[in-house]
């Protein structure tokens, strides 16, 4: 079959990260049945054969409009589709979607009809945000992990950077490779326009957030620098909780340490 794959290696390379990526998220436990989700912005990589690709499907509102985003094009993992499945086919598990001209609106234009993901308002809202403030990261994803999200479960923890401390004082990685700590966004409705606006407010300050008793979300250059920084935390709340069932409070990182280190790797908090 016929694929927008076909003779364009940069937008392959992309893809098959994202197929990569979803083999990970499946491997780690954090992609039940169709759980998360992964949209990446190919704008870069559309040539005029793609800009007159007709639609292959109706035309769909958004919920949202979100101006940056006119004529841009998104590779997105499909709704309903499994992590596990997309590891190995990606274009039959997801689709390339246009943003119309209306800024509201899409199309899906290949390679099948396959619906894209029900947290879609969450990811435009989250690439619009990041063209406006002239960033060049193309990636978002969306996941479910074990350990963090079980962290949410417990109030004290959703402070403001309560556990962006925690976790940067279990190992020294943590800190280097999620500068800016993760935010927390308290539990909302999964694919509301709500949980979209909530997310981008956070972006403001973070490349990682927690939805509370749900999930991660993160923003990257592309999809594995987005993947790497929720396994680097993740690792971090491992270290954590295997501190804890060994039936310790783990010490942390001293404030020395974690300042001496600020300094040493230049960092932004
Ligand atoms: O795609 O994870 O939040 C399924 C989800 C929704
Ligand atoms: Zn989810």
Redesign the pocket.
């Known amino acids: 079959m016929k694929s927008i794959l076909d003779n364009r290696p940069q937008l392959s390379k992309q893809v098959y990260e994202v197929a990569e990526v979803a083999g990970y998220l499946w491997q780690k436990g954090w992609a039940e049945?169709?759980?998360?989700?992964i949209t990446i912005n190919i704008t870069d990589e559309i040539d005029d054969e793609i800009r007159k690709m007709p639609a292959i499907s109706d035309r769909v509102e958004i919920g949202k409009k979100l101006p940056n985003l006119k004529g841009c094009y998104f590779y997105c993992?499909g709704?309903?589709?499994r992590m596990r499945d997309l590891a190995r086919n990606p274009m039959d598990n997801g689709s390339v979607i246009r943003i119309l001209d209306d800024c509201s609106s899409y199309e899906i234009i290949a390679d099948n009809p396959v619906k894209p993901?029900?947290?879609l308002p969450s990811h435009l809202s989250m690439h619009n945000f990041l063209i406006g403030k002239g960033s060049t990261y193309k990636a978002a994803l969306?996941?479910?992990p074990i350990d963090l999200i079980a962290m949410t479960h417990n109030p004290e923890f959703l402070a403001k950077d309560k556990l962006t401390y925690l976790l940067w004082s279990m190992i020294p990685e943590t800190r280097a490779f999620c500068p800016k700590g993760l935010g927390i966004i308290p539990y909302k409705m999964?694919?509301s326009i709500d949980l979209a606006e909530a997310t981008i407010k956070e972006l403001e300050d973070y490349d990682v957030v927690m939805?509370e008793k749900?999930?991660v979300c993160s923003v990257g250059e592309n999809i594995m620098e987005a993947f790497d920084m929720v396994d680097t935390l993740s690792k971090s709340a491992q270290i954590y909780l295997t501190a804890k069932s060994m039936g310790f409070e783990p010490e942390g990182t001293s404030k020395e340490d974690m300042d001496a280190l600020k300094i040493a790797f230049n960092l932004p908090k």
Do not use: Q, V
């Open positions: 049945r169709n759980g998360g989700n993992k709704t309903n589709k993901t029900s947290e969306h996941t479910h999964p694919g939805w749900h999930g």
